[in-house]
């Protein structure tokens, strides 16, 4: 069964991130004050065991194919992949953006909209995988022909892939339901049905291979039957589900949710997609240049993607310590012990960089060994085979820094960093060269790309890490009180709480300020940042930088390596907290979305304050310090954030004045008699409808 190894780093780290961070307020930050190398031995051994499983499950079925139908069938099997990929990619999409939907619901208490986001993404996974399997049976040959199928790997591609596209609806679907089992706080069940289906294929395999000589058709059936297991017992779950009721209601088919959906899962399709593109290039590469050579196409073809394939479980043991080690990294960023952010990191790269460099002897000076693993094939063969492991991993070595490099940064919430990182190597780096160096050394170039692709994207990890770990030096460790304190002589005769959306420099948080001492009640907005510094263990800092920003890249980061960032968690978190204050008393809220995280309350005010951007400059440079010729950049950047973070969590246009009572220029009346007209408003809007009751 053809799967990926990013599918099993979310299963296992979504499940133990989340975990780790509910341990951390139960168990006196464990995160916090554990010894480093034990918890990255208690977080990330699960992971590492969970991917290595995955890569041998691709790796057992290609061993099978090796010894009983011969290269050929290898090779054809690897000009099928790519359509099991996109498949992957689109149910990556669907249940890990289904899984972080019902994740964000649950945590705003809207469990009918949570349902309603699962029924969605089960539904369009439905759709799309029997649109998917119709297409790949109808336009079979076309497509092995986009992803390099030579006439000598035609006929064995066609009959494993015609099996293989029959299988692909329960593949995707359960591989959807998958990622939502485990956001239902099922990982055990979500990791048993995927063991169950890899030990049904490795036992089908050679069944069906040896003893009923069924050849590449009997690895296909192996792999659809093992698939159909898994995708009934996950079924089987949908009457299980802990946190939500699946009725028909939910499955009812609602574009703009299916949609978000999408959106919180793109950067899982992103990442399968991107794969699928390089090997769609590395295959028409090796058919070309391979034809004239002595080795012709199916051995360059056959042989490099069984490489890709060893090198995965390279991959699986540093991904596994680096994403098991993405919770202490998160921890202890945001509380500010950096020695600890440091250590851990040290740590991680050290291990990285020991089974990096032990891979590197062993392709370097066995590569006939691993090769003969799956099967034998003649001189060539073995030739070529032995040049595509010293060549194309040639720099294998640099594996143990770039991919610890970003999921560390995504750990610590710096998701540009952690996207180029992650997308660099093989979209920027890894295509360019096997185009351009192909042209100039023919097959050859093909392989000299592997670690011309790895140099350059170990040399961007080193340098964004070099630069990170000064930072960290410098940081300073005090954190400042950031309580708002208010008179609270209240002159309301209702709980009214008035939420205040604001340009930034426009002077809607003095405004706010100035109607909570008006009307005698509580001013929130910082007390927010204190109140789950306290609870989390995170510094005040870090959560006032991260909090209510959110930039376009971020998106591509969510679910790559964990399902909800670290937004997403202080967004949940700051979501209870207001919901919490709104419940006891009147007050003033300011930003962080209140108002749709109000708005089915009927005693809530919702304002948005605007100004010029002429007065928004001035703010910035008297009140913020900033320079002159800078502040007008950096507010609209500021006000981008803003407008994407609300954006992201309310499907809402952020300055839309459909979203608030009133919508108020600070510059046309001031400030103070803004606040006077706003305090006006609320009483006669609540107050009065006190007397005509009373009345």
């Given at each position: 069964?053809?799967?990926?190894?990013?599918?099993?780093?979310?299963?296992?780290?979504?499940?133990?991130?989340?975990?780790?961070?509910?341990?951390?307020?139960?168990?006196e930050?464990?995160?916090?004050?554990?010894k480093?190398?034990?918890?990255?031995k208690?977080?990330?051994?699960?992971?590492?065991?969970?991917?290595?499983?995955?890569?041998?499950?691709n790796?057992?079925?290609?061993?099978?194919?090796?010894?009983?139908?011969?290269?050929?069938?290898?090779?054809?099997?690897?000009?099928?992949?790519?359509?099991?990929?996109?498949c992957?990619?689109?149910?990556?999409?669907?249940g890990?953006?289904?899984?972080?939907?019902?994740?964000?619901?649950?945590?705003?208490?809207?469990?009918?909209?949570?349902?309603?986001g699962?029924?969605?993404?089960?539904?369009?996974s439905?759709?799309?995988?029997?649109?998917?399997?119709?297409?790949?049976?109808?336009?079979?040959?076309?497509?092995?022909?986009?992803?390099?199928?030579t006439?000598?790997?035609?006929d064995?591609?066609?009959?494993?892939?015609?099996?293989?596209?029959?299988?692909?609806?329960?593949?995707?679907i359960?591989?959807?339901?998958?990622?939502?089992?485990?956001?239902?706080?099922?990982?055990?069940?979500?990791?048993?049905?995927?063991?169950?289906?890899?030990?049904?294929?490795?036992?089908?395999?050679p069944?069906?291979?040896?003893?009923?000589?069924?050849?590449?058709?009997?690895?296909?059936?192996?792999?659809?039957?093992?698939?159909?297991?898994?995708?009934?017992?996950?079924?089987?779950?949908?009457?299980?589900?802990?946190?939500?009721?699946?009725?028909?209601?939910?499955f009812?088919?609602?574009?703009?949710?299916?949609?978000?959906?999408?959106?919180?899962?793109?950067?899982?399709f992103?990442t399968?997609?991107?794969?699928?593109?390089?090997v769609a290039?590395?295959?028409?590469?090796?058919?070309?240049?391979?034809?004239?050579?002595?080795?012709?196409?199916e051995?360059?073809?056959?042989?490099?993607?069984?490489?890709?394939?060893?090198?995965?479980?390279?991959?699986?043991?540093?991904?596994?310590?680096?994403?098991?080690?993405?919770?202490?990294?998160?921890?202890?960023?945001?509380?500010?012990?950096?020695?600890?952010?440091?250590k851990?990191?040290?740590?991680v790269?050290?291990?990285?960089?020991?089974?990096?460099?032990?891979?590197?002897?062993?392709?370097?000076?066995?590569?006939?060994?691993?090769?003969?693993i799956?099967?034998?094939?003649?001189?060539?063969?073995?030739?070529?085979?032995?040049?595509a492991f010293?060549?194309?991993l040639?720099?294998?070595?640099?594996?143990?820094?770039?991919?610890?490099?970003?999921?560390?940064?995504?750990?610590?919430?710096?998701?540009?960093?952690?996207?180029?990182?992650?997308?660099s190597?093989?979209?920027a780096?890894?295509?360019?060269?096997?185009?351009i160096?192909?042209?100039?050394?023919g097959?050859?170039?093909?392989?000299?790309?592997?670690?011309?692709?790895?140099?350059?994207?170990?040399?961007?990890?080193?340098?964004?890490?070099?630069?990170?770990?000064?930072?960290?030096?410098?940081?300073?460790?005090?954190?400042?009180?950031?309580?708002?304190?208010?008179?609270?002589?209240?002159?309301?005769?209702?709980?009214?709480?008035?939420?205040?959306?604001?340009?930034?420099?426009?002077?809607g948080?003095?405004?706010?300020?100035?109607?909570?001492?008006?009307?005698?009640?509580k001013?929130?907005?910082?007390?927010?940042?204190?109140?789950?510094?306290?609870?989390?263990?995170?510094?005040?800092?870090?959560?006032?930088?991260?909090?209510?920003?959110?930039?376009?890249?971020?998106?591509?980061?969510?679910?790559?390596?964990?399902?909800?960032?670290?937004?997403?968690?202080?967004?949940?978190?700051?979501?209870?907290?207001?919901?919490?204050?709104?419940?006891?008393?009147?007050?003033?809220?300011?930003?962080r979305?209140?108002?749709?995280?109000?708005?089915?309350?009927?005693?809530?005010?919702?304002?948005?304050?605007?100004?010029?951007?002429?007065?928004?400059?001035?703010?910035?440079t008297?009140?913020?310090?900033?320079?002159?010729?800078?502040?007008?950049?950096?507010?609209?950047?500021?006000?981008?954030?803003?407008?994407?973070?609300?954006?992201?969590?309310?499907?809402?246009?952020?300055?839309n004045?459909?979203?608030?009572?009133?919508?108020?220029?600070?510059?046309?009346?001031?400030?103070e008699?803004?606040?006077?007209?706003i305090?006006?408003?609320?009483?006669?809007?609540?107050?009065?409808?006190?007397?005509?009751?009373?009345?």
């Amino acid at each position: 069964m053809l799967k990926s190894e990013k599918r099993t780093t979310q299963i296992q780290v979504l499940s133990f991130y989340a975990k780790g961070m509910k341990k951390v307020e139960k168990e006196e930050n464990i995160l916090g004050t554990e010894k480093i190398g034990k918890l990255i031995k208690k977080f990330s051994i699960p992971c590492i065991i969970s991917l290595l499983v995955n890569s041998l499950y691709n790796i057992v079925d290609q061993i099978f194919i090796g010894h009983g139908v011969g290269y050929l069938g290898n090779g054809a099997t690897n000009v099928v992949f790519p359509l099991t990929m996109i498949c992957l990619a689109f149910a990556l999409m669907l249940g890990d953006g289904a899984a972080s939907y019902l994740s964000l619901k649950l945590g705003e208490k809207k469990k009918e909209e949570a349902a309603k986001g699962v029924g969605n993404g089960i539904l369009i996974s439905v759709i799309i995988a029997i649109i998917f399997c119709a297409i790949t049976l109808i336009f079979l040959p076309q497509l092995l022909n986009i992803f390099g199928c030579t006439d000598n790997l035609r006929d064995y591609a066609l009959k494993y892939g015609g099996i293989i596209a029959m299988g692909l609806p329960f593949m995707m679907i359960g591989t959807t339901l998958n990622s939502i089992i485990r956001a239902d706080g099922s990982p055990k069940f979500s990791m048993t049905t995927m063991v169950t289906g890899a030990v049904l294929n490795i036992i089908l395999d050679p069944i069906l291979i040896f003893v009923f000589h069924m050849g590449v058709e009997g690895a296909a059936i192996a792999t659809i039957f093992s698939q159909f297991v898994t995708f009934i017992l996950n079924i089987a779950y949908l009457k299980k589900f802990k946190s939500i009721i699946l009725n028909k209601e939910a499955f009812h088919l609602r574009l703009s949710i299916g949609k978000r959906v999408a959106g919180l899962g793109i950067s899982s399709f992103i990442t399968q997609m991107s794969f699928v593109f390089v090997v769609a290039v590395e295959n028409n590469l090796l058919a070309k240049y391979g034809a004239e050579s002595k080795f012709g196409s199916e051995i360059p073809i056959t042989v490099l993607g069984i490489v890709m394939k060893i090198s995965q479980i390279l991959n699986s043991i540093i991904i596994g310590i680096a994403a098991g080690s993405q919770p202490i990294f998160g921890y202890n960023y945001g509380a500010r012990k950096f020695d600890r952010v440091k250590k851990t990191l040290k740590m991680v790269l050290g291990l990285s960089l020991v089974i990096s460099t032990i891979a590197f002897i062993l392709f370097q000076t066995i590569p006939e060994k691993l090769i003969s693993i799956f099967g034998n094939g003649d001189s060539n063969y073995m030739e070529f085979a032995c040049l595509a492991f010293r060549t194309y991993l040639l720099l294998c070595i640099c594996n143990g820094i770039q991919i610890p490099s970003g999921i560390f940064f995504q750990a610590i919430g710096k998701s540009i960093k952690s996207a180029v990182l992650s997308l660099s190597r093989q979209i920027a780096f890894l295509i360019p060269s096997m185009v351009i160096l192909s042209s100039i050394f023919g097959l050859m170039g093909v392989l000299y790309a592997g670690p011309v692709a790895d140099g350059l994207a170990f040399v961007i990890a080193i340098i964004l890490i070099i630069f990170e770990v000064k930072k960290l030096k410098n940081e300073s460790h005090k954190s400042e009180a950031l309580i708002d304190d208010t008179s609270t002589d209240n002159q309301l005769q209702e709980q009214v709480v008035i939420t205040i959306a604001r340009e930034y420099g426009s002077g809607g948080r003095y405004v706010g300020r100035l109607i909570a001492d008006k009307l005698g009640i509580k001013f929130y907005d910082k007390d927010f940042i204190e109140k789950i510094a306290q609870e989390t263990g995170l510094s005040a800092e870090y959560i006032e930088k991260n909090e209510q920003k959110r930039n376009a890249l971020e998106s591509l980061n969510n679910g790559y390596y964990i399902g909800l960032n670290n937004a997403d968690e202080l967004f949940l978190k700051e979501s209870e907290l207001i919901k919490e204050v709104a419940d006891k008393e009147s007050c003033v809220i300011i930003g962080r979305c209140a108002d749709f995280i109000l708005q089915d309350r009927k005693n809530v005010f919702k304002v948005f304050v605007y100004s010029d951007m002429k007065n928004k400059i001035k703010r910035a440079t008297d009140i913020y310090g900033f320079e002159k010729d800078k502040a007008e950049k950096e507010i609209k950047r500021i006000d981008k954030l803003r407008a994407n973070h609300y954006k992201y969590y309310t499907e809402k246009e952020w300055n839309n004045p459909a979203n608030y009572d009133i919508c108020i220029n600070s510059d046309t009346l001031g400030v103070e008699k803004s606040a006077d007209l706003i305090c006006g408003l609320v009483k006669e809007k609540f107050c009065n409808k006190i007397v005509t009751q009373m009345k």
